[in-house]
């Protein structure tokens, strides 16, 4: 078993090792269920070939829409990206910028509402995660996938697939049937703690409601613009529900929903937090202090942090250099390439904290110190 190069915080000085450079959200793309078939056991395996093998692949980002992949990637037989973990080594490293990769992957076990067939699904992808992609190269890492359907099993799922150190966080999607922050889903929050990992927040849904707190949207356009209040209820919920006063060592990562909203979202939850103290006496200071301390940011989107000073701006807002962390996203395609963000600051030091010490702070990931190479290109 590959375990990660630091399993406990050193000085890098004195090992001679750098904190990594770790892309915190990479896509794992399921090529069909029948991928499972060897994974699952014999009867889930039974009842997946009886119901004709349905693909549970979600549709985040339509296949033949522009964000669905970028120009230039690796494509399978059926002209797909990030199939297989050597089209993703290929396009993920080939630069030699980046350390290690994360891998999302966002098949969508969370949408089978039965939970024992959610269960043995979510085993099955995270088996197959470790074994077609974490056994072919050593700077793949992987958050585990866990069935939403049961917070219960979603613990015991991230208990089993912590003793495997190249499982780095959770998963978990932004559009839940119970708030995240609900004494509910508390043991996903303590398993998560007590195996020493992040949870990590990625835009998606269960789908066992509507996406949006008013009823159902008719385009793809307004499910996606509404996944920011999907995200700004998570981090309310999780927040105004104690989660971090039971957790203290909780560490969440918003991962692929930008970051400009959330500075807005900061002051009005501060601003109101004053007048409704009294209805979350556990909350001892401003929400905001909570957010900074507990929360990070994937940079991809980059939100506009990619003209000139934006990156700068960004940061300010955002009232601290410590909450980004560097992402490309792959394979999806946005309006800027992952490293333009380079191009919003001139500040060499800001970037050094984004690439790398941030990401160490969540997975203490190194190095050799020789191989340090951030730089603004």
């Known amino acids: 078993m590959v375990t990660t190069s630091v399993a406990e915080p050193v000085d890098s000085a004195a090992q001679d090792i750098s904190p990594a450079v770790v892309d915190c959200d990479v896509h794992a793309v399921l090529p069909s269920s029948a991928s499972l078939l060897p994974y699952l056991d014999e009867y889930w395996a039974d009842q997946l070939v009886a119901a004709l ?8 980002h339509p296949r033949n829409s522009a964000i669905a992949q970028r120009p230039g990637v690796v494509l399978d037989i059926d002209g797909r990206a990030a199939t297989s973990a050597d089209a993703l080594i ?69 208990e089993f697939w912590s003793q495997d150190k190249r499982f780095v966080q959770a998963l978990v999607l932004g559009q839940t049937e119970l708030l995240l922050g609900r004494e509910i889903n ?30 159902w949207p008719t385009t793809h356009l307004e499910w996606y613009v509404g996944q920011q209040s999907n ?49 979350v006496p556990w909350i001892d200071r401003l ?10 940011l994937t940079t991809a989107p980059s939100d506009g942090a990619e003209r000139p000073g934006g990156l ?42 984004i690439y790398r010490l941030n990401a160490q702070d969540l997975y203490n990931l190194a190095v050799p110190a020789s191989s340090g190479k951030v730089n603004q290109s």
């Not at 500075?263 to 009005?268: H, S, Y």
């Open 90 to 158: 290929n396009d993920v490293f080939a630069d030699g910028f980046t350390d290690f990769a994360v891998v999302n992957c966002l098949y969508a076990v969370q949408q089978i509402h039965q939970p024992r067939r959610e269960v043995a699904h979510a085993r099955a992808l995270n088996t197959w995660i470790a074994r077609e992609w974490l056994d072919r190269d050593p700077r793949l890492r992987a958050s585990i996938v866990v069935p939403m359907g049961s917070p219960r099993a979603a613990a015991e799922e991230i």
């Open 312 to 353: 700068d701006s960004a940061v300010n807002r955002l009232g601290s250099d410590q909450m980004l962390v560097y992402s490309s996203d792959y394979p999806h395609q946005h309006t800027s390439a992952p490293r333009d963000i380079e191009h919003g600051t001139a500040n060499s030091a800001l970037l050094e904290r």
């Open 186 to 215: 508390w043991p996903i929050w303590e398993a998560a703690e007590k195996a020493g990992i992040p949870v990590a927040i990625h835009i998606g849904g269960v789908f066992r409601q509507a996406p949006t707190s008013v009823g």
């Open 53 to 60: 093998t349905p693909s549970y692949e979600p549709n985040y």
């Open 231 to 279: 995200f700004e209820a998570q981090v309310a919920s999780i927040v105004s529900e104690g989660v971090l006063q039971k957790f203290p060592a909780t560490k969440v990562v918003l991962t692929e929903a930008g970051f400009n909203w959330l500075p807005p979202f900061m002051w009005k939850f501060d601003k109101l937090w004053k007048s409704y103290r009294p209805d």
């Open 287 to 296: 929400p905001s202090e909570l957010i900074r301390e507990h929360f990070r």
